[in-house]
């Protein structure tokens, strides 16, 4: 029943029971009929480019079906410059070292298409057709052309390995990780999108720590030095490890381990079913509420909001401060009070808020948190007293600042109207 029990975790743990021979003998069997497939795209597009016999030969035996030993990587995707679908090839005789060692033998599966008008994309392609077409990669690395869904279906099944290596932050999410997950394969990526969650130290590979470069180049050298690494010293002998039945447990076991922890969290059930109770349910919900008794609730709110945004104007922050001594200890909450001028508003009419967090070199926050502050008392003349306090998770350099923001049940959020004042 697990295909009605995706998002139930404890339904995965079945998959720790699954013959660890049994489960590599079907992935032995979807690695098969990838290179069913590619022999047969291979050979087409082998005859539309005009090939020789001899060399279809050579090239067709990188994708052997009844010998599915080597270790398989695919990089499938569109080719987005982002994407750096050629980073693979900044050290061409390293890369070859590694493909070439005849006892732990590695091959690599490129597909994909750019855009029509991306034609930095087009170059990445054609540097890549150029490069397998070379020695000595041309028969450990191949390029499927006319990329599509059933290409994209095959490949995601058979690999060993799912590279993903974008330019950091550039990655909106990376659904195909989770896809070659599904099916067995190991992801090995640039801790970015989705694999920043998905990861946990044990469910495949970081490429690097996330760390941040304004040298593109140097990034570039860092982090393809780092995929070499890897390969060498951890996802080649890892997969090469096997038993005396062939099957290398290890492997078998990150496998498993991966499919467990992601297979629950990242699937489109669990999105949708997301999606339904936190946002269309609760947004459905409020829309009855306001379309009752000819609009009253709606009617009033929006009376509110003209109010807010007639005084915005007015309000602001006179004073803040904080109540503690010079030593500041992580763990210990440091309270903190605010005069706010609200005009004709009242304290309930607004969110009096400390935004804090860890300073940068300029003594920004750039990454701070909010805290809602109390209202403590009405001073008079249309000012009040907040006091709140924020709790220190880390040591070094930290700062606040006061911010105030609209407040009514019946917002969607406090940023709904695009107000804010800043102490």
């Known amino acids: 029943g697990w295909e009605q029990r995706l998002t139930e975790p404890d339904c995965w743990d079945g998959i720790y029971a699954i013959p660890d021979q049994q489960f590599w003998a079907v992935r032995q069997g979807l690695k098969s009929q990838l290179f069913h497939m590619l022999r047969d795209r291979l050979a087409e597009q082998h005859a539309r480019n005009h090939g020789s016999a001899a060399h279809l030969d050579r090239v067709l035996r990188l994708a052997d079906p009844h010998n599915p030993r080597a270790l398989t990587i695919g990089f499938a995707r569109r080719f987005a410059t982002y994407k750096r679908g050629t980073l693979l090839f900044r050290d061409p005789e390293r890369l070859a070292h590694i493909l070439h060692d005849a006892k732990r033998p590695v091959q690599i599966i490129f597909a994909g298409k750019a855009h029509p008008a991306d034609n930095a994309g087009k170059e990445f392609i054609r540097s890549i057709v150029h490069h397998c077409r070379q020695e000595p990669f041309r028969h450990h690395i191949v390029f499927i052309e006319d990329y599509d869904m059933n290409v994209a279906r095959y490949i995601l099944q058979g690999v060993d390995v799912w590279l993903n290596n974008p330019r950091r932050k550039m990655e909106a999410s990376g659904t195909s990780?989770?896809?070659?997950?599904?099916?067995?394969?190991?992801?090995?990526?640039?801790?970015?999108?989705?694999?920043?969650?998905?990861?946990?130290?044990?469910?495949?590979?970081?490429?690097?720590?996330?760390?941040?470069?304004?040298?593109?180049?140097?990034?570039?050298?860092?982090?393809?030095?780092?995929?070499?690494?890897?390969?060498?010293?951890?996802?080649?002998?890892?997969?090469?490890?096997?038993?005396?039945?062939?099957?290398?447990?290890?492997?078998?076991?990150?496998?498993?381990?991966?499919?467990?922890?992601?297979?629950?969290?990242?699937?489109?059930?669990?999105?949708?079913?997301?999606?339904?109770?936190?946002?269309?349910?609760?947004?459905?919900?409020?829309?009855?509420?306001?379309?009752?008794?000819?609009?009253?609730?709606?009617?009033?709110?929006?009376?509110?909001?003209?109010?807010?945004?007639?005084?915005?104007?007015?309000?602001?922050?006179?004073?803040?401060?904080?109540?503690?001594?010079?030593?500041?200890?992580?763990?210990?909450?440091?309270?903190?009070?605010?005069?706010?001028?609200?005009?004709?508003?009242?304290?309930?009419?607004?969110?009096?808020?400390?935004?804090?967090?860890?300073?940068?070199?300029?003594?920004?926050?750039?990454?701070?948190?909010?805290?809602?502050?109390?209202?403590?008392?009405?001073?008079?003349?249309?000012?009040?007293?907040?006091?709140?306090?924020?709790?220190?998770?880390?040591?070094?350099?930290?700062?606040?600042?006061?911010?105030?923001?609209?407040?009514?049940?019946?917002?969607?959020?406090?940023?709904?109207?695009?107000?804010?004042?800043?102490?």
């Open 177 to 423: 990780g989770m896809k070659a997950t599904a099916n067995g394969a190991l992801n090995m990526s640039i801790p970015d999108g989705w694999w920043c969650e998905g990861y946990d130290g044990d469910n495949g590979w970081n490429i690097g720590r996330g760390e941040d470069y304004d040298d593109l180049e140097f990034q570039d050298r860092v982090e393809s030095e780092s995929i070499y690494e890897m390969l060498e010293e951890e996802v080649v002998p890892v997969f090469y490890n096997r038993g005396s039945d062939g099957v290398p447990r290890e492997w078998v076991r990150r496998m498993k381990h991966a499919m467990r922890t992601i297979c629950p969290v990242f699937n489109t059930n669990r999105m949708v079913q997301e999606y339904t109770e936190r946002l269309y349910l609760p947004v459905a919900d409020r829309a009855h509420a306001f379309q009752a008794e000819n609009f009253k609730r709606a009617r009033a709110l929006q009376h509110w909001k003209r109010h807010i945004r007639e005084h915005w104007s007015k309000v602001h922050v006179v004073s803040m401060g904080a109540e503690s001594s010079a030593e500041i200890l992580v763990g210990e909450p440091m309270p903190i009070r605010a005069e706010v001028h609200l005009g004709p508003l009242a304290p309930q009419d607004v969110a009096v808020e400390i935004y804090c967090g860890r300073t940068d070199h300029r003594g920004q926050v750039p990454v701070g948190r909010p805290v809602r502050m109390a209202h403590v008392q009405d001073l008079g003349s249309g000012n009040h007293l907040f006091q709140g306090s924020f709790v220190p998770e880390h040591t070094g350099r930290h700062g606040y600042s006061i911010r105030v923001l609209p407040n009514h049940a019946d917002l969607t959020s406090c940023t709904e109207m695009a107000l804010i004042n800043w102490g």
